[in-house]
């Protein structure tokens, strides 16, 4: 059983700034890619920002130079920090991890966290 636990998101003013956390627990083996999706009402689940088990990341243009993803392995963790918050960045987020449970057994799966609700507006 594995369980990712979302927390950091919050009502922000546009320019504003907010760090997302993500935790994973449970029985892990090891954990490949991490990311960070998002979801506004009406509008489709979109990648926002994604992080490599060997620490490369890539980012939807439209977050490039504002939001920054890093992960902590020790913790099982993945963080997205945002800053310059615009409205359009409204959305609920989404952790998403693809790992590994058993040493013996090479099969990997996407676990995905709640949500977490981030809201940008004066």
């Known amino acids: 059983q594995v369980q990712l636990m979302e927390s950091g998101g919050g009502l922000v003013q546009p320019g504003g700034s907010l760090r997302l956390s993500c935790a994973a627990s449970?029985?892990?083996?090891?954990?490949?890619?991490m990311g960070w999706y998002r979801q506004a009402p009406g509008k489709e689940r979109e990648s926002v920002a994604n992080?490599?088990?060997?620490?490369?990341?890539d980012y939807v243009d439209s977050v490039k130079g504002r939001f920054t993803i890093s992960r902590d392995n020790a913790k099982n963790a993945v963080y997205l920090q945002m800053n310059s918050l615009k409205p359009e960045d409204t959305a609920v987020y989404y952790c998403?991890?693809?790992?590994?449970?058993?040493?013996?057994?090479?099969?990997?799966?996407?676990?995905w966290g709640r949500g977490t609700q981030v809201t940008v507006s004066s």
């Open positions: 992080i490599t088990s060997g620490g490369d990341t």
């Open positions: 449970g029985s892990i083996y090891s954990i490949n890619n």
């Open positions: 998403n991890v693809r790992l590994r449970e058993r040493r013996n057994i090479f099969y990997e799966y996407d676990s």
